[in-house]
């Protein structure tokens, strides 16, 4: 079963009939031990262009153990094994004095990840496009993405979303300024992640029935490995 097959409203219109679809749902406490497999899975490279610089396991499990999920928000999207290959973390902090695109109190940053596997896919302008629809709807305007100029995914979905862009030191900063909140806005995100959530429960308990059944006499080596 599908979701879009309950809710048939298309989310990837942009992203090319030969492309699966990309559920972007909100991550809770329980979800926390896998985003630290997905960070601990990126490769060298990929943890550079995330944070800025490299950070070794034991800050990686600092960071995903300091996240904050009454503060921030934090998306995921799952492969179909249950894996997390994408995540987005938008992180809000009051308005400093240099915030001198907006007048709100409360700013956000968003930070995104995507394993190689799920490159190509669309996934990490999904998760862009639902961090930047949750702020219009938190009454926040003005979204911040901090990376390495090197970065040229996040560059090209900063540039594909109207943000404006300042390199500086091999470093660019990006801010998009978002409309108000309204009906239509409150109303895509709500269907949005009702139908992630659905899309969550199938792959979950269909990974729980695998491993169900990987129990059973005789049915080891012809279920699904992991």
Known sequence: MNPTDIFPINFNEHSGSNKPAV?????????????????????????????????????????????????????????????????????????????EATDKDTVAEFGVSVSKSARGKGVGAKLFERGAIHCRNADVDTLYMHCLSSNQTMIHIAKKAGMEIQREYGE???????????????????????????????????????????????????????
Not at 49 to 63: A, H, N, S, V
Not at 175 to 185: F, H, N, W
Request: proline share 4%; no cysteine; net charge positive.
């Open 23 to 99: 559920y972007v749902k909100e991550l809770s406490e329980k979800d926390r031990h896998r985003i630290l497999k997905h960070f601990l899975a990126l490769e060298e490279s990929d943890r550079l262009l995330r944070f800025g610089t490299y950070l070794p396991d034991p800050m990686i499990e600092k960071y995903v153990n300091g996240l904050d999920f009454s503060r921030d928000k934090v998306f995921g999207v799952l492969s179909r094994n249950f894996r997390l290959v994408g995540v987005g973390h938008l992180a809000f902090a009051p308005r400093s004095e240099k915030d």
């Open 172 to 226: 660019a900063d990006a801010y998009l300024k978002l409309l108000p909140a309204d009906a239509v806005s409150v109303l895509k995100e709500a269907v949005q992640e009702q139908v992630a959530a659905i899309d969550y429960s199938i792959k979950a308990n269909t990974r729980a029935a695998v491993k169900w059944l990987r129990h059973l006499p005789g049915m080891g080596n012809h279920s699904e490995k992991k």
